[in-house]
């Protein structure tokens, strides 16, 4: 079963508001195994919504669209569908009723417009709205059918999960889409797609391998579609280790495993703690360390030598090596200071030119250092980009190099 | 002049991330003057890709595409354009060597396959991308503008802003529409809004006032639109002058005069030096100051003292005092210790509880302090919000009491 979702409202067009609504949908279609192939938006306009309800029907079994259904003029899902499906709006008496009790109830004169909320196109269906004042709408038209539910995130929700969802199951079923996120550090997507190459070729056809990177890492997503739970998640396991068996230790981990969550597991499992040494990164190789909660228990802090004198003075750094900050030299005294200043096991260093302007090394050149119970280790790295993506490059790549360290990679 | 936006990735279509390229090309296009008619996204997939390019250029004269432009398997917007404009691809010579170069410039073997992002569809052009390696396109097609963009949102909104608005804007001749933005700090967004209501009632109507939260500021969107520049200038300049005397020294600047470029500023005309002494921000404050380049004319460096150890010994704080680590008399401490310690004018300090765990205090409670030429002074604030919202929250806080503390207003 395919589906397409349509999202109603100028304001999305223009930007104003993002189309979070589209995303839930999404979500909760491919949770209930129904391929979702299209997301519109369009705006308040009867004729256009129509034009786009038309064209889905010509495309999928299932159309979900949001927004458009309150009482103002600008609403007109309503009479778009009625449009699209060529029949007559009829007025529900007992939504009509229920729409006057709600008004009386809190005391209030009530707007004759909000009884267009009780307008149903002719043989459809209304679905209740236990949250507000909006109903929602179920036409079967040519066998198609058209679910309507408010834009209202919160109402739109509740109306997905407790009557389109269950329908959706029950007649999808059994397919399951589900999906996995495999995180990669230190290899360029190309590099990362190049290496996965002749997986995707024997993958099964129900498979399929996509590439996200950026923050100096990618992120290889695994979707597979099956009958139930448990064999989806095996064609996800049986993926997971092709992915493994090709990258190695270039996986960070799955899910939410990012590098500073797999550097803090591998420190607590060794029971060592950590100090970071900073320059051209300013203090977010710390500041990314600290997102993770309970990071006191093995971060102790950094000193962030942004001067030269800094680095002489706070990390113990040789003047004479500082006349070449930028360099392999000065980056394992960093590391070595780090670790005995803040008297932790291992010390991160990073110390390079982020730009605009070159210094002593051109724009990109970072130079990382590890310190620790098991010797030094420094790496040159050549980072492309702006300062913000140097620097943001050069955490990721100071994180991954004490990762390799703990798994005795390097 | 009207326009559709085509956004592509599965991903999208799961749910798993938001569309938020079409909100920003929405509202990039409304500022040119352009109608955005339709919002559209699709698969990894050259067939629907393509049919979705069909229907738009039927429909309307441009069609800005966001995504499928990398360089893997999955990236097939380049193929479903050439399908859509019936015409074969062919490799760009001239930027199949800059891909090359760059690869050999950063010492590593290049995959083949990225010399995917060199094949354009015959008769257009190519659109470089400074900050990334996918290119952009501009293909035209009977009287109709196909835009193709990359979908990493930082290089997507480059090339729109450098590229594909100037080009509409200039296309769609006659109104300007113009705005600028006023950055806020140390206020909430409906404070801002109350106290520019009066200002809001009184602006001529094609003066308009919008408002966006986060990160610690309020940023105030003045936008007109009038026949020339000079004209729409001038009601900038009035709107402007209008909002800061509402609000005073609560504005930081326009434009991209951040709270750091301010601060470093100010540093700058006095002479004086800073340096940081960070406990729940993990660095994240010196980070932030070095965003900014020519920091190091300033900027000395930092001491994160994650544990109360290091906060004893790096610091200096007096170890009874550490009974209650989050406290303004340890933020002062802080602060004094960051001074004399980095040997530099000003110390700001920041103490405080980030979650998800309640410590000494109740998440968000946070301490700020500075001590310079003027004295010592010291702030607690309660910060909203989960455990990065409350360390961005604390970073902007922080840096706007150093703002006030060097603007002598406080």
Same mark, same amino acid.
């Given at each position: 079963m395919r589906a397409e979702v349509i999202a109603v409202g100028t304001e999305l067009l223009l930007g104003q508001i993002e189309n979070s609504n589209a995303a839930v949908i999404g979500e909760a279609l491919a949770r209930a195994g129904v391929d979702c192939v299209r997301h519109t938006a369009v705006g308040d306009n009867e004729e256009r919504i129509a034009a786009a309800i038309s064209e889905a029907i010509e495309r999928v079994e299932v159309v979900v669209i949001t927004g !458009?259904? !309150?009482?103002?003029? *600008? *609403? @007109?899902t309503r009479e778009a569908i009625a449009r699209a499906a060529a029949r007559p709006l009829r007025r529900d008496e007992l939504v009509a009723a229920g729409i006057r009790a709600r008004f009386e109830r809190f005391g209030r004169a009530m707007p004759e417009m909000n009884l267009r909320q009780a307008d149903v196109p002719e043989g459809g269906a209304v679905i209740d709205n236990p949250i507000g004042t909006a109903p929602g709408l179920l036409v079967e038209h040519r066998g198609r059918l058209i679910w309507a539910l408010p834009g209202v995130p919160s109402e739109m929700r509740r109306m997905l999960e407790e009557s389109v969802i269950p329908d959706l199951t029950r007649r999808a079923r059994g397919a399951t889409i589900v999906s996995r996120v495999v995180r990669v550090a230190g290899m360029s997507e190309s590099a990362v797609a190049e290496a996965l190459g002749p997986l995707w070729v024997r993958a099964p056809k129900a498979t399929t391998i996509a590439f996200l990177a950026g923050g100096g890492e990618v992120r290889v997503r695994i979707t597979t579609k099956a009958l139930g739970e448990t064999p989806a998640s095996g064609a996800l396991d049986d993926a997971e280790a092709g992915v493994r068996a090709a990258l190695g230790a270039a996986v960070v981990g799955v899910g939410d495993e990012t590098l500073e969550r797999a550097v803090g597991r591998l420190l607590g499992e060794r029971g060592w703690s950590l100090g970071c040494a900073e320059s051209l990164t300013g203090g977010l190789i710390g500041g990314r360390m600290t997102t993770v909660p309970g990071a006191s228990g093995y971060f102790r802090g950094?000193? @962030?030598?942004?001067s030269a004198a800094m680095k002489g003075e706070a990390l113990g750094v040789d003047p004479a090596l500082l006349q070449r900050p930028v360099s392999a030299e000065v980056a394992e005294a960093m590391a070595r200071g780090a670790r005995s200043r803040i008297g932790c096991d291992v010390g991160l260093a990073a110390t390079g030119v982020a730009g605009p302007a070159e210094q002593s090394a051109p724009v990109g050149t970072v130079f990382l250092a590890v310190d620790g119970p098991r010797g030094g280790r420094v790496r040159e790295v050549r980072l492309p980009g702006e300062r913000e993506t140097v620097r943001a490059l050069a955490v990721a790549a100071a994180l991954n190099l004490l990762r390799l360290y703990l798994m005795e990679e390097i």
């Open positions: !458009g259904l !309150g009482p103002t003029q *600008d *609403d @007109v950094s000193i @962030v030598a942004y």
